[in-house]
């Protein structure tokens, strides 16, 4: 490499408490950038290794070598950079693809610029595809162990939310007195209208009439006609509807009919 090399140095630290304190890192960087005669920029983060919203300055270096800034990236170990091999791998093939280097200080093998370190970067490569086989293993191994103990896998019902059976009842009540259109209620409860119609209708509580509105659409859901205690038969009624369980019992003249038939013929 020149002597004009640009060197981007970044050091992290958790807290500053005790010997946390970045200068460890930045020390040896620097006299080891110096004794080359080579350019520093240092980027600086106290932040944990997963916390990437608040390592700024991580984000701004990255910024500068998708920029070509900067030549090489070196940190004094490998753990102040990444928060784990997947991270690395990922981030070490976009420094390749903007064709800049990368090396830790106290781990000479990783310096992605020599041969050794370009090995070093295959076998890496190795290791976070079986650590990405061994996640999924792992995930697969709690999905079915949750269905074997009889826990629910995936997103809970609509019905489990926080406050939804409280506010159920009422929304229900208001629905079908005609005070909410479907929509409204929906939106009261924070779902949507075909969730809303998947309740109404497996609802074991309500009456048969209310599947009947909830298939019709809004407009029917306002309907005088349609009460909650089957009252109102003899009001008008919605065109091309069959309201179960409104209006006087079907009478039962059938039978008794029958058994006249049968005395007259026997007469």
């Given at each position: ?264 013929g026997n007469g």
């Amino acid at each position: 490499m020149s002597d004009s090399l640009r060197l981007a140095v970044y050091a992290r630290v958790s807290t500053r408490d005790k010997d946390q304190d970045p200068e460890l890192q930045l020390v040896p960087l620097r006299e080891y950038a110096a004794a080359r005669g080579w350019q520093v920029v240092e980027y600086v983060d106290t932040a944990a290794a997963g916390d990437l919203a608040r390592r700024t300055a991580w984000t701004h270096l990255l910024a500068d070598v998708a920029q070509r800034k900067v030549d090489l990236v070196m940190v004094w170990k490998l753990d102040r950079a990444f928060r784990s091999t997947l991270h690395a791998l990922a981030t070490l093939r976009d420094f390749e693809h903007y064709g800049v280097g990368f090396a830790a200080l106290t781990q000479p093998e990783l310096d992605t610029t020599s041969a050794t370190g370009r090995l070093v970067f295959t076998i890496l490569a190795a290791v976070a595809e079986m650590e990405r086989e061994l996640i999924r293993d792992r995930v697969k191994e709690g999905m079915r162990n949750a269905a074997r103990q009889g826990k629910r896998i995936g997103r809970p019902p609509v019905t489990a939310r926080t406050g939804f059976e409280r506010r159920w009842p009422r929304v229900r009540a208001d629905l079908v007195a005609g005070d909410l259109s479907r929509r409204q209620a929906a939106r009261r409860l924070g779902i949507g209208t075909a969730t809303l119609a998947r309740l109404l209708a497996t609802d074991a509580g309500l009456d048969g009439r209310v599947r009947v509105m909830v298939t019709a659409g809004p407009e029917v859901v306002g309907t005088p006609s349609l009460s909650v205690a089957g009252t109102g038969a003899g009001s008008g009624k919605a065109p091309g509807l069959v309201k179960r369980g409104t209006g006087s019992p079907a009478p039962r003249s059938r039978p008794p009919r029958a058994t006249s038939r049968t005395d007259s013929g026997n007469g």
